[in-house]
């Protein structure tokens, strides 16, 4: 699952929540094995969001040994490599309903196979706002996709560099 805003006492925000709480239902319906929770470990505000994840699946009943951290995760793109250096081939991405077309093309650009899930739309103010951001982050990731292209072609292999 990615990872997004944590306020300053550590609580997930709304979308956070929304996201581990997706997982963990993923989870406990024996669809996922394992959940890895990526996001920035140290953000902008100095918070990390993977400790907010972690606590938040505990106390949904995730048990600790069913919980990867990759605090690498400061963008969906380092998000996705990440899930590839732990090994993993294939994942269902855990992000809101806006996000997930950006989200699991970036996956599917750097060799996952990706699906998606993610929790009930609500209209909120933060929602159209989430909307809205996806504009300049899909010009963001198709620039940074096209970069990943560009350098696989001149060295001859086929994983997205770092």
Not at 27 to 49: F, I, S, W
Not at 106 to 122: E, F, Y
Not at 128 to 140: F, Q, V
Request: net charge positive; aromatic share 4%; charged share 25%.
């Amino acid at each position: 699952m990615l990872g997004a805003r944590v306020w300053p006492d550590g609580r997930p925000s709304r979308f956070l929540r929304e996201r581990v709480e997706v997982a963990a239902s993923l989870y406990h319906r024996g669809l996922v094995p394992l959940l890895v929770m990526t996001g920035a470990a140290h953000n902008r505000e100095g918070l990390d969001e993977t400790a907010a994840m972690w606590r938040t699946a505990l106390a949904l009943g995730v048990p600790a040994e069913a919980i990867t951290l990759d605090g690498a995760g400061h963008d969906t793109r380092a998000s996705a490599l990440g899930a590839l250096d732990l090994g993993l081939t294939d994942a269902i991405v855990c992000s809101q309903e806006f996000h997930l077309p950006r989200a699991m093309w970036l996956c599917r650009s750097v060799g996952l196979d990706a699906q998606g899930a993610h929790a009930p739309v609500l209209v909120r103010r933060h929602t159209a706002i989430g909307y809205a951001r996806e504009l300049p982050a899909t010009w963001k990731a198709a620039l940074e996709i096209g970069r990943d292209a560009g350098l696989r072609r001149e060295r001859g292999c086929g994983r997205a560099p770092r």
